[in-house]
C-alpha cells in the first residue's frame, strides 16, 4: 500500500506565496515522477508541473517563472513552490508519485490540498 498526501494550501490574496509539500509512504520503491496537478471547478484536471527521477523538470506555460517543483529524495517528498499567485491558480491541487514495478507502471494519488487567491 502507498500513501500520498498533500499538504500547504490555504487561502491568500493575489501575488502571495505557497508552498505545497506531499508526501508518499509506505511499499516506497522505483519512483519514477512526482507531479503535481490542479483542478478547478468545472474544469478538467491539469499538470501542472514534473520532476522526475534525474531531476529533470517540466512545467505548465501557465506556471512558467513563478511556480517551483522540488523534491527531497531521502524523505520520498516533492514541494511545489508558488509565487506571484492569480485567481485563476485557485484549485484543488493534487500530487502524483509514479512507480514501475515488472514494468508496468503504477500510479498514486493524494486527496488534494485546496488553494484559493483572493483578487
Known amino acids: 500500500q502507498v500513501q500520498v498526501v498533500e499538504s500547504g494550501g490555504g487561502f491568500v490574496q493575489a501575488g502571495g506565496s505557497l508552498r505545497l509539500s506531499c508526501v508518499a509512504s509506505?511499499?516506497?520503491?522505483?519512483?519514477?515522477?512526482m507531479a503535481w496537478y490542479r483542478q478547478a471547478p468545472g474544469k478538467e484536471r491539469e499538470g501542472v508541473a514534473t520532476?522526475?527521477?534525474?531531476?529533470?523538470?517540466n512545467y505548465a506555460d501557465s506556471v512558467k517563472g513563478r511556480f517551483t517543483i522540488s523534491r527531497d529524495i531521502a524523505k520520498n517528498t516533492v514541494y511545489l513552490q508558488t509565487n506571484s499567485l492569480k485567481p485563476e491558480d485557485t484549485a484543488r491541487y493534487y500530487c502524483?508519485?509514479?512507480?514501475?514495478?515488472?514494468?508496468?507502471?503504477?500510479?498514486?494519488w493524494g486527496q488534494g490540498t485546496q488553494v484559493t487567491v483572493s483578487s
Open positions: 502524483n508519485v509514479v512507480m514501475t514495478t515488472g514494468g508496468r507502471r503504477n500510479d498514486y
Open positions: 520532476i522526475v527521477t534525474g531531476g529533470g523538470t
Open positions: 509506505g511499499s516506497i520503491f522505483n519512483i519514477n515522477a
